[in-house]
């Protein structure tokens, strides 16, 4: 059963490579590193939504971290055990919901949020970064970022809690005996050991976010454009294609959608593969 | 273990009576056969979603007349419904946009161009003002070129005598997935603004600082959730969801509303015979006459030239229908604007050069 799948992977990558060979060969390597995409002129490129995809899953990692080791050490080391399972299962439903929903509630509340509280707060904070200009729309790489890091934390925090579960309990003893306080004996014998796993969690989480389509199309702001400010409106390689494959109707632009999509998939193969490397280093050291 | 599944397989069988299973499978199939010979051959169709509402409703208001005829419609874009109909995977199209050169080349017959409704772009906005927006086609265009950055902005406050325009940054809001309306919308541009001309298309490079959103429901979203944001919303969208709309000057100075009336006014009985002649093909924008609403187009269906006899003759029975009072009465109940009557005429005189074939 398990040949289905590789085979499927195969024809996938097999059918985005013979159908973006035309995008390839009409702008050969300015495709992927030319920075214009004007569908009117027939002009295509990659990396303006390449720049968009990496900024906001980074983005995303960097909120969605912190959250989720700290729920994970809750609900391993401090959580009362009545309280474990309800928590988990909430934090798993966050999953569950739809991302066109997470899309509708991020345009409706996030994002008016970010424009009138976040936004002008940074931007008087940190006043010369450049990092924070630009007009206030509300969408943009920054609430993509905070709708991507919600949509990964369950993933995250998930598989941090079963690592965690995994430390064998004498590490803790161990560090109990020697007299270590509470926050040190989580620092050196849960998170020191288990440090790996959650690389590994965070990587997944990231892979889950390069790929969102949905969400982050609702409130990117849609801007093939590379931008210094985190608050401008840019696009993903996810969401270019949604926008525009429905209503493509010249033979290059259908062509350099495909191109999009097969950069995408390198991308995304590319992350998993480092994560499955990592757990794989992980597994050999500690059994 | 061999054993153990031998001997289950065994109980299996003797709980479960094979020949039920296969006699029932076998009445199954003979009744979807069956089936399948009794019903009449579904007409299946894709395209444009702005009139998909209309079209659903026509359909089934049709069927209702004719319960032999079933008609499937999907709305995956105008872009996607040509693509379909080249392919000939479905027997009909319907497209916000006429088909361009090249993509009539790839066709073997000729594709026949049916205007069923009309519709509208409105320039939908978000400002607390004493009276409704107007505004003109050049200052629509500055806004969207980024150049007019402010609501009061010396241009903008010239067109709008007596009403209060506040001191607030003008946000954009475009549609950034291809479509029709975007179509529509930059081609009006293109005519009332030399600075446009050439960038009309289904996906037009928005200057940097617009804000794109994903469909009707998106552009809305954003304009209502930031002050001083304007974009483009097609009518029908706009009228049912009681969204604030701009009056446009048009080409006789008037500031005209995008009520289905004046919509529909931008075909005037003189030029019906030039849109005939056009192969029904025209772009309508900016039209000349003192009601016109002049951001309005035209929709199609578009239907091969020859067709299956059978398939063909129902198809045909329908646009023919289409023509009719009470067809395009229920477009108007739905905020479409109906096509004027001597258009409706000259489209069902087209018709009779579909040619049907037995095959």
Redo the contacts between chains.
């Keep these: 059963m398990g040949i289905v799948v590789i085979v499927l992977f195969i024809l996938i990558f097999m059918f985005l490579l013979t159908n973006s060979r035309p995008a390839f060969e009409a702008f050969g390597r300015g495709f992927v590193f030319g920075r214009e ?5 027939e002009v295509f490129s990659v990396l303006a939504f390449a720049f968009g995809t990496i900024v906001s899953s980074l983005l995303a990692l960097m909120f969605a971290l912190p959250i989720s080791v700290g729920s994970a050490i809750f609900l391993t080391e401090l959580c009362p055990s009545f309280l474990r399972r309800p928590l988990r299962f909430l934090i798993e439903m966050l999953a569950a919901i739809p991302s066109v929903v997470y899309g ?1 509630w991020g ?2 509340v996030l ?2 949020f970010v ?1 009138a509280t976040i936004q002008p707060g940074l931007a008087a904070a940190f006043p010369y970064f450049g990092l924070f200009e ?2 206030p ?4 790489l920054f609430t993509a970022g905070l709708i991507l890091a919600i949509m990964i934390i369950p993933t995250i925090t998930s598989i941090s809690t079963e690592v965690f579960d995994s430390i064998p309990n004498l590490y803790r003893e161990g560090a109990k005996a020697l007299g270590a306080t509470e926050w040190e004996t989580i620092k050196t014998a849960v998170l020191g050991p288990g440090m790996s796993g959650v690389v590994a969690a965070s990587i997944l989480g990231l892979g889950r976010a390069v790929g969102e389509t949905m969400a982050v ?2 409130v990117i ?5 590379i ?1 210094p400010s985190l608050f401008s ?1 840019s ?1 993903t390689m996810a ?1 270019v294609i ?3 494959y ?5 033979d290059l632009h259908i062509s350099s959608l495909l191109g999009v999509g097969l950069c995408l998939l390198i991308l995304s193969v590319a992350i998993n593969s480092i994560s499955r490397i990592i757990i794989w280093r992980v597994r050999r050291k500690t059994i | 273990m061999n054993k153990l599944f031998a001997s289950a397989s065994k109980n299996l069988g003797q709980i479960i009576d094979w020949h039920l299973v296969l006699s029932s499978l076998i009445a199954l199939l003979a009744f979807v056969i069956g089936a399948r010979a009794l019903a009449a051959p579904m007409i299946n169709g894709a395209g444009a979603t702005f009139p998909e509402p209309i079209y659903t409703k026509w359909f089934s208001e049709f069927q209702k007349k004719n319960p032999t005829i079933a008609i499937n419609y999907q709305g ?5 419904g ?2 379909q109909l080249i392919a000939g995977t479905v027997d009909f199209g319907a497209s916000d946009a006429p088909m ?1 050169d ?2 009539t080349a790839k066709v073997s017959k000729k594709v026949l161009h049916i205007p069923t409704v009309m519709g509208a772009v409105v320039v939908s906005y978000n400002l607390k003002l004493s009276a409704p927006l107007k505004l003109s086609g050049p200052v629509i265009a500055e806004m969207f070129n980024g150049t007019i950055t402010k609501w009061n902005d010396a241009k903008v406050v010239a067109l709008n005598p007596g009403v209060a325009l506040p001191d607030k ?1 003008v ?1 954009v809001a475009t549609r ?5 309306t975007t179509a529509i919308f930059s081609e009006y541009l293109a005519q009332v603004s030399p600075a446009w001309a ?9 200057f ?7 469909g009707n429901a ?1 552009v809305a ?2 304009i209502q ?2 002050e001083g944001a304007v974009g483009y919303i097609e009518s029908v969208y706009a009228l049912q969801n009681k969204l604030p709309f701009a009056h446009v000057q048009n080409k006789k100075g008037k500031f005209v509303a995008p009520d289905v009336a004046n919509i529909s006014a931008s075909i005037p009985a003189k030029a019906v015979g030039d849109i005939e002649k056009q192969d029904f093909k025209s772009s309508i924008v900016n039209a000349d006459g003192d009601a016109v609403y002049p951001i309005s187009a035209l929709t199609w269906l578009l239907v091969n030239e020859e067709m299956p006899k059978e398939k063909g003759e129902q198809l045909v029975q329908f646009l023919n229908w289409t023509m009719s009072d009470e067809a395009q009465k229920m477009a108007t109940d739905m905020n479409y604007a109906p096509l004027p009557k001597e258009l409706r005429t000259k489209v069902l005189a087209r018709m009779k050069s579909i040619k049907l074939q037995l095959q």
């Design positions: 995409w004007i569908p009117s002129e509708l345009i409706f994002a008016p424009r630009g007009p729309y509300g969408v943009g199309t609702m702001g849609n801007r093939a454009d931008s409106p696009a969401s949604a926008n525009e429905a209503e493509a109707n010249s | 995956i874009g105008s872009g996607g040509i693509r361009t090249a993509e940054q946000i950034s997935d291809g479509s029709g050439g960038k009309a298309g289904k996906t037009v490079n928005w940097r600082g617009s804000v794109g959103a994903k998106g979203g954003l959730q930031s």
